[in-house]
């Protein structure tokens, strides 16, 4: 199979209005689109579409929820205005783990007949139950990695305003996966995160490998996602209603986590 699994960190860094950061170890898979019903055949903790350890579901992807992934997404790239039949397109995300799932950013590498990468989607999701989705194509070819911008027009964090200007780095190679996500706001950088990846086979024992070192991912990333927006409130950053402006700290006193309504990353 290409479908592999990746094992690393992910890192946040918050530059402005003071500087915050956050470090936390984490596992993905790297699903080849055209084998995931191979990939859930093949292997006993891997169902597409039903229950299972850890479950793909096609309805937890793109807006509106997807029925056939592959399909969907080739649809997406037709409308862009490439044609991707003879793509490889790969999809880095988390599954379900015991049913529940919440992935804040999930990334499809399009690579064209020849291997090269043509394309990356970033699909996001912010915990209102929105999804959007950036189609990125390379702003420059230097041969290495994948670099393209993308202006910000989704709501996210509660703790960052909807303007600004994404950067986005992706290096896929023998080494790994390495992805890297700049917002620029008035030219000068407010938040950087990155993924840094080790390629692992995907196979029944190096996901319950995993599964035994990081027990419940997906519980436990959304879980982070309220402990450092409740962080950030007490140190006072601005918060900013979905479609509204900012408001001091104590004017969000209910900081709305607990109705599940703070952004994907801080």
Known sequence: MRSHLLLGKVYHRRARPFTYGLEHDVFYVALDLRELDVVA???????RNRRAVLAFR??????GGSTDLDRDVRAVLRADGVEPDAWQITLITNLRVFGYVFNPASFYLCRD???????????VHNTFGERHLYVLRPSHDDGAAFRAG???DFFVSPFISLDGQYEVHVRDDGKGVR???????????????SLILRRRPLTDRALLRALLRYPFLTQRTIALIHWHAFRLWLRGAPFFRHGGVAQA?????GLRSARGHVGGAP
């Open 41 to 47: 055949a093949r292997l006993r903790l891997i169902g």
């Open 58 to 63: 096609d309805a937890d992807h793109l807006p």
């Open 113 to 123: 007949e020849a291997g090269a990468l043509r394309c990356v989607i970033v699909e």
């Open 150 to 152: 993308m202006a910000k």
């Open 179 to 193: 992805i890297a996500i700049a917002l620029r706001q008035d030219e000068a950088p407010i938040l950087t995160t």
């Open 249 to 253: 700290p104590a004017a969000a006193a």
